[in-house]
């Protein structure tokens, strides 16, 4: 669709919906990770208005009260899963099928990379027994897809899914009485598939969806459940299917938000202070106005230079003269954890059992260690960038964002508008790993746009980007434990601060132990710059620090490590996908460090049970590390698309290399000094390690898939480099300069 | 300052009247509406931006729009022919060797101006001559794979 078309849909029809339930409390709490510490009103469609637009054919829509119940009925026992969902709304999900047996479903999802505009229809096609290719998807847009929280968490395939498909199982019952009164034949004696209706004793009479649904209006919420289908009936879920969006993103086609173009639209400039705390004690903008075209503005806190042309714009801007107070720095990346320690907030005991004063008494040896990383980027290959366009008293902003409901609320509020008088399009989103969930850009576009009556463009450069992001705090892990002498872990007593409780409960088999969990402080000030969720938010630091300490324990009591998990592991699920790892990597038995290169670790994600085995070489002399191996399983329930897992899995783990290797933002109080990837170095192809994965056979539900395999990614390092010199790494990034000094540490 | 520049776009010719110090990027995206080419970092690291000036790959962000003047560009948007993709574009879609897509054009244009150099490259060899174009989704595994196939099935027709 082009922009113009999308301008055509009437905003007469949007108004906001009823006020949402209050919370139920029977109802899981918002996940830590959500955007916003409380879910807002929904401010989608009515059901009356949307449903009128559509025009006719039938139209399932399914409530979020549905949703919950599905994802609280459909979710696994297990430890280390916290409870999601909790989202306010009267429906959460559309699907029509329309009069020539065209099917749309309409979902607030984003398409950021991580597949849904290719799962999410390939799940529904398969419950409504409808050809593929007569499957669209609609993905976040304000007007016309249901309200939705965000795309994080690893939530869509999860709790979206089971929902979509009941929609779909709904609408195949519709078509099937349909089908009987058309073809006078009792439901039982029909069978559907790819969109056509027969009767089972006599083929030659049949029915398409199209015929079924031509010249009718059927408008159906789905109550209670419907029966879904077994994996067993699958036909198209857990085929590798390829992205539909490939062959638009190969030509340039694909629209991203900065690709819009409107007649007369300028884009933005806009000043920022050279430091987080800074204050503006003059600026002068009279050079500007020697530039052509180029015009400034400022509003509120907000100065910037629009032109016709963003280059242009972006040059004067930098003609501008301004004087800043900016605050002396009193942390830097080096000092930084001596302030969080002082800084980090009261925990929390997130999980417990025996009695930590027996366990330390049965200990034959106790081993304790910190863990610390750094702030970590973001850095989408997209930065955040959006277009707003004021038109009659209504505001439309195309903005790559991850959770445009929530930018829709944002820009209402900073406009003074009405939230149903605000409409925010999501093309396609170059990335966004939690960093989208942010959407300052689109509030800025909104602003400018409102200021000067034309369509404003905001994309932010990468200095920008940088500065801008709401970075992986750094944080500090502390753990105590002991192990008996035949190597059985007796306690375990463990303190995360400013990484949250993602990924800290242990799930190896303790008698005694402890988690004490201190927030993220994402809200907190106790970071110099706005920290927030980034991919697996917190188990990245969690389970670096306890897989590294799993095997600090291994290498005191002299046992292989893998072994040592296995003796401490009674978690039948952990247990089969470290067996299936160790076996496509060939492992064998040898206590570390063996010199071999090679390290294992296990992590529990988004209801994902990992386990990953890398060889890596170390060069002593320079620090560097080469993975050239990694081996990951995965045990995530049913496979919607196996190859989209396989792909998110490697994704995982090659962008795992980065924090695990190099990323790190250096800064000195508020001022960020990364301001290009020249400093902030991403992994590269020359860093690629040969990449196997393994997908346990499950038919249990489709769990997460966007983020299990990166969790493991710094102690299966760590863990290597010490099995290849000796050399044990305590903090993220394991630069070069860290490992020469690990290094020149060991006894001669 | 103003000038008129023309060169070939996707063998059609085009006239810009322009500041000639403008970065070629800019002047495609924004003057020709040819938004495939993608801004990534502006400073010549991440190679979103790559084009192909008489062939050879260039950051489009680092090339003012002078160096262009009466030669052949050729941008993402113009890289199949007669509606049939390129090798290079056939095997990414082959391969899903894209996730957010937004590297995947400067990805596609430096592989074919590699293919073009070394018709018959060594995995190495593809995996040195990507070394600069970065992707933040870490689709690279897939992106090596894609070139290997397009490489073998171009039989070093490039
Ligand atoms: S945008 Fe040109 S190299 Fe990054
Ligand atoms: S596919 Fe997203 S940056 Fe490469």
Known sequence: MNPQDYLLLDFQDIHSLPEPAPDDPTLPALPECSPDSQPG??????????????????????????????????????????????????????????????????????????????????????????????????????????????????????????????????????????????????????????????????????????????????QKRLQGRPTLKTPDDFKIVGKPLLRRDSPDKVTGKAQYSGDIRLPGMLYASILRPPAHGAQLKSVDTNPCEQVEGARVVREGDLIAVLHELPDVAKATLEKVKTEWNVPKPTVDDKTIFDHLLKAAPQGRTVAQGGDLEEGEKAAAKQVDSSYLNSYVAHAPMETHTALAHLENGRMTVWASTQNPFGAQREIAGAIGFPPE????????????????????????????????????????????????????????????????????????????????????????????????????????????????????????????????????????????????????????????????????????????????????????????????????????????????????????????????????????????????????????????????????????????????????????????????????????????IHDATGARLFQLPMTPERLQAAIAKLPA | MLETISFKLNNKPVQVRTDPKRMLLWVLRTDLHQTGTKFGCGEAYCGACTVLVEGVAVRSCFTRVSRVRNKEVTTIEGLAQDGKLHPVQQAFVDHDALQCGFCTPGMILTAVALLKDNPHPTREEIIAGMNDNFCRCAAHTRIVDAIQEAAAKMKGNA
């Not at chain 1, 984003?110 to 050809?131: C, Y």
């Not at chain 1, 080469?626 to 995982?652: H, S, T």
């Open chain 1, 421 to 720: 008088n605000v409409r925010v399009i999501t093309p396609f989103v170059g990335g966004g790993f939690g960093g989208k969930t942010q959407n300052s850009q689109a509030v800025e576009a909104a602003r400018l746009a409102k200021a000067v009556g034309k369509p404003v463009q905001v994309c932010r450069t990468r200095e920008e980007e940088f500065f801008l992001d709401t970075f992986r705090p750094a944080a500090i892990v502390r753990i105590k434990s002991g192990i008996d002498g035949q190597g059985k872990i007796v306690f375990w007593d463990y303190d995360v601060a400013f990484a949250g409780e993602r990924g800290a409960v242990q799930f190896y088999s303790i008698p005694n132990h402890r988690t004490t969990a201190r927030p993220s402080g994402w809200t907190s000030d106790a970071h110099p710059f706005a920290t927030g969720a980034w991919r697996a938010p917190g188990n990245n630091t969690n389970t670096f620090a306890r897989e590294s300490h799993i095997d600090m324990m291994a290498a005191a009591a002299g046992i292989d490590p893998i072994e040592f998990r296995l003796k401490n592991l009674t978690d039948a699920k952990m247990i089969r996908v470290l067996k299936t790892a160790a076996d496509r990597f060939g492992w064998t038995s040898a206590k570390s460090p063996s010199k071999r290169g090679y390290g294992v670790a296990c992590g529990i994600d988004s209801g994902t049970w990992v386990a990953a085995i890398a060889e890596v070489a170390v060069d002593a002399k320079s620090g560097r590390v080469q993975v050239k191996r990694v081996v990951a399983a995965q045990d995530m329930g049913l496979v919607i698309n196996p190859e989209g897992a396989r792909i998110q899995m490697e994704g995982c783990i090659t962008m795992g290399l980065g924090y695990a290797l190099s990323e790190e933002v250096h800064f000195q109080g508020g001022k960020i000094l990364d301001t290009n990837f020249d400093t902030y170095e991403l992994p590269l192809f020359s860093w690629l390690p040969n990449i196997e994965t393994a997908l346990i056979d499950s038919k249990e539900p489709p769990q997460g898939g966007g983020e299990p395999a990166i969790v493991v990614m710094g102690a299966v390092v760590a863990n290597a």
């Open chain 1, 41 to 218: 009103p929904g401010t989608g469609l009515r059901r009356r208005d949307f449903l009128g637009r559509l025009g006719g054919g039938i139209i399932i829509f399914v409530s979020l009260t549905d949703l919950v119940r599905a994802a609280q009925e459909q979710r696994p026992r297990g430890r280390g899963r916290r409870g999601r969902g909790g989202t306010p709304s009267d429906f959460n999900a559309f699907l029509h099928i329309a009069g020539d047996g065209h099917v749309t479903c309409f979902t607030g999802k984003i398409e950021m990379g991580q597949g849904p505009i290719t799962s999410l229809p390939q799940m529904l096609a398969d419950e409504l027994d409808a050809p593929l290719a007569s499957v669209d998807i609609v993905m976040g847009d304000t007007a016309r897809c249901p309200w939705d929280m965000g795309t994080f968490g690893s939530m869509t395939t999860r709790f979206f899914g089971p929902l979509l498909r009941a929609a779909a199982a709904e609408a195949r019952s519709v078509l099937l009485e349909l089908a009987s009164e058309s073809l006078k034949v009792p439901p039982s004696q029909l069978v559907a598939s790819e969109g056509v209706i027969w009767d089972r004793e006599d083929k030659s009479r049949r029915v398409t969806y199209g015929q079924l649904t031509k010249g009718r209006r059927i």
